[in-house]
């Protein structure tokens, strides 16, 4: 089966008026696929509705010949997801958990059963900690225990959404890790706020605002383009203004408590400003600037 996810003008305006998408339309093969945007840009809702939780207003998903937003039970059978909010009850053990899961995504052997939790427990590295109350994890240990659950059944579209926002960098390691074990013949979308989750794990990305996309390409093709067209240069915070209305400043940042800004121009801006060996953060910020997508359409 050919398991491209392809999203095509989808839209969805809330009760309150808010356009939270905008013909939106992506093509996303197999392999990790991220979707960057600032809070409020409208991953939940896509990811929502990828995952046949609510309607979109007007147009089309299909995963390989699946109808999407149609073909809800299929959909639901070959899919693992994390949502944002993974509640868990607290008085129950990992293991008993993820087992009551498993039934309920169909897998009615208990020999069989027994099996497949024992072995997503070894590969979340919670095995160890099975019997312990879902209550006493850690962040990252709970953040796994959600992948653990998502992979139940074989899925063949996992999302993840936003799944680092509250984890330690050594529990974000770990859950990169476990992310990147995931096989490459399926579509897994990892939603974030955090450019690094995106430039550490991603061979494709999009970036979307306000529900609308702004870009989709490859990390690290976008990131060379960009080469030679981002300069730096330290200021003093009061100056900030001043280089704001005379340069393209795409993003400030504080380090060691000095402000540096980051400027896009073609050439180097003057003879006090560095080149910069340009991130997935300089896409980013200047995609959310308009410059990238300016480019394009010039
Ligand atoms: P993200 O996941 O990128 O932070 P969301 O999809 O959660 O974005 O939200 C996109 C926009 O839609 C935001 O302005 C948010 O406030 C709004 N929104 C999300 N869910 C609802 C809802 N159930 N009712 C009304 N507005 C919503």
């Known amino acids: 089966m050919s398991n491209?996810?392809?999203?095509?003008?989808?839209?969805?305006?809330?009760?309150?008026?808010?356009?939270?998408?905008?013909?939106?339309?992506?093509?996303?093969?197999?392999?990790?696929?991220?979707?960057?945007?600032?809070?409020?840009?409208?991953?939940?809702?896509?990811?929502?509705?990828?995952?046949?939780?609510q309607e979109a207003d007007s147009g089309s998903i299909t995963l390989g010949q699946l109808d999407v937003l149609r073909q809800k039970d299929e959909v639901r059978r070959i899919l693992g997801y994390l949502p944002q909010e993974f509640g868990?009850?607290?008085?129950?053990?990992?293991?008993?958990?993820l087992d009551h899961f498993a039934v309920l995504k169909g897998?009615?052997?208990?020999?069989?059963?027994?099996?497949?939790?024992?072995?997503?427990?070894?590969?979340?590295?919670?095995?160890?900690?099975?019997?312990?109350?879902?209550?006493?994890?850690?962040?990252?240990?709970?953040?796994r225990f959600g992948i653990a659950q998502a992979l139940l059944g074989n899925p063949q579209l996992i999302i993840v959404d936003e799944p680092t926002a509250g984890l330690d960098p050594g529990e974000r390691v770990r859950f990169h890790n476990l992310l990147a074990e995931i096989g490459e013949n399926v579509v897994v979308i990892l939603s974030t706020h955090i450019v690094e989750d995106v430039s550490d794990l991603c061979s494709r990305m999009a970036i979307?605002?306000?529900?609308?996309?702004?870009?989709?390409?490859?990390?690290?093709?976008?990131?060379?383009?960009?080469?030679?067209?981002?300069?730096?240069?330290?200021?003093d915070k009061h100056e900030l203004e001043h280089y704001q209305s005379a340069y393209q400043v795409i993003s400030?940042?504080?380090?060691?408590?000095?402000?540096?800004?980051?400027?896009?121009?073609?050439?180097?801006?003057?003879?006090?400003?560095?080149e910069v060996p340009t991130s997935l953060e300089d896409v980013y910020f200047s995609t959310l600037n308009g410059k990238v997508a300016e480019e394009k359409a010039a």
């Open 4 to 53: 491209t996810l392809r999203i095509e003008g989808l839209s969805k305006t809330y009760a309150n008026g808010v356009r939270a998408l905008q013909d939106v339309s992506l093509t996303i093969p197999t392999g990790m696929f991220g979707l960057l945007g600032p809070n409020g840009a409208g991953k939940s809702t896509l990811m929502r509705t990828i995952a046949t939780l």
């Open 88 to 97: 868990v009850y607290p008085r129950i053990s990992a293991e008993t958990m």
């Open 107 to 143: 897998i009615v052997n208990a020999k069989e059963r027994k099996e497949v939790v024992a072995a997503l427990l070894r590969r979340t590295n919670l095995y160890e900690k099975r019997k312990q109350n879902l209550g006493t994890y850690s962040g990252g240990m709970r953040q």
């Open 208 to 235: 979307i605002a306000n529900g609308q996309v702004l870009m989709t390409g490859d990390p690290l093709q976008r990131i060379q383009d960009l080469h030679g067209k981002i300069w730096r240069r330290t200021i």
């Open 252 to 274: 400030t940042r504080l380090i060691g408590g000095r402000t540096v800004i980051h400027v896009y121009s073609d050439v180097q801006p003057d003879s006090s400003f560095g």
